[in-house]
């Protein structure tokens, strides 16, 4: 059986490191507690999160791609924000979480086997900006911030001071597909979603990497944003699972960017 490496990072907030590389959290409190993500639905995550609590569990989903919802199935209670309903259709296909596979390490002899039936969508509750979970003594207030998809949401602890990001706006943030929106208006998205959050938080949680986002974030990548509007980019050809964008600031193989900015976007030259 898979097991899930947890991490606590504070008395309320646990993060669990899926196998294909996406990272969920655990937000406990008095009474109730809230599971940001469910990752790829590779291996028993109700399993895991059962030994972490066991207090009755909402899941939060911060948008509806393949690394981030198809754990879902496991649990009574699921909101996601509908706008990302076909994303999730899409990505609910047999072929595409197979795929995901290929990010296991190895070692992990992770198998077509280990893959948990993904849930139907039309179950969920739908996940909308203003929403507020009160978990005992802790909440998690919902902002919309579509972008990487239109349903894509930003998740506040207000009492932790944290923010969890999860792909809306990351160090490699991807808009290049045809279901995100342009650069112009993903920038507004963040404008709008950094105006909200200002003096509101001090840690960034992210979904992807070691997890930890610097508190800039949101400002870099609207930088970025102007960049690309601008044409002072690098426009380095990616391409992932057969699909094609442009990184707008070049890297390092380490995913660092050589001129040492930070934040960045994969992005599609024909939706700026």
């Keep these: 059986m898979l097991e899930f490496k947890t991490e606590k990072l504070t008395e309320h907030v646990t993060r669990i490191y899926a196998f294909s590389t996406e990272l969920m959290y655990l937000v406990e409190g008095e009474k109730e507690a809230a599971l940001l993500d469910t990752g790829s639905g590779i291996g028993s995550l ?28 496991e649990f009574d209670t699921v ?16 072929g595409m979480r197979c795929d995901g596979l290929s990010m296991c390490s190895p070692e992990l002899g992770v198998t077509e086997e280990d893959l948990i039936p993904a849930a139907d969508c039309g179950s969920f509750h739908d996940l909308k900006e203003g929403m507020s979970f009160d978990l005992g003594g802790i909440h998690i207030e919902i902002f919309a911030c579509p972008g990487h998809t239109r ?11 944290s923010v969890l990001l999860g792909d809306a706006c990351n160090y490699f943030t991807f808009l290049y597909d045809t279901y995100s929106t342009t650069v112009t208006e993903y920038e507004e998205s963040l404008i709008c979603l950094n105006e909200k959050l200002k003096g509101r938080f001090d840690t960034v949680y992210l979904s992807h990497g070691d997890g930890n986002g610097h508190k ?3 400002e870099d990548v609207i930088a970025v944003c102007e960049d690309i509007k601008a044409g002072r980019t690098d426009d380095i050809p990616f391409d992932f699972r057969e699909t094609h964008g442009l990184i707008a600031k070049a890297m390092t193989p380490q995913m660092q960017r050589v001129d040492g900015g930070r934040g960045n976007l ?3 030259k024909q939706n700026i």
Excluded at 79 to 94: G, R, T
């Design 216 to 218: 800039e974030i949101i």
């Design 46 to 73: 109700k399993s895991c999160v059962d030994q972490l609590t066991d207090k009755p569990v909402t899941v939060l989903l911060t948008h509806g791609h393949v690394d981030h919802a198809m754990g879902a199935g």
């Design 266 to 268: 994969v992005y599609n």
């Design 79 to 94: 909101y996601m924000n509908h706008e990302d309903d076909y994303i999730y259709v899409s990505h609910s296909d047999y």
């Design 151 to 161: 349903g894509s949401v930003v998740m506040l602890i207000p009492e932790e001071r």
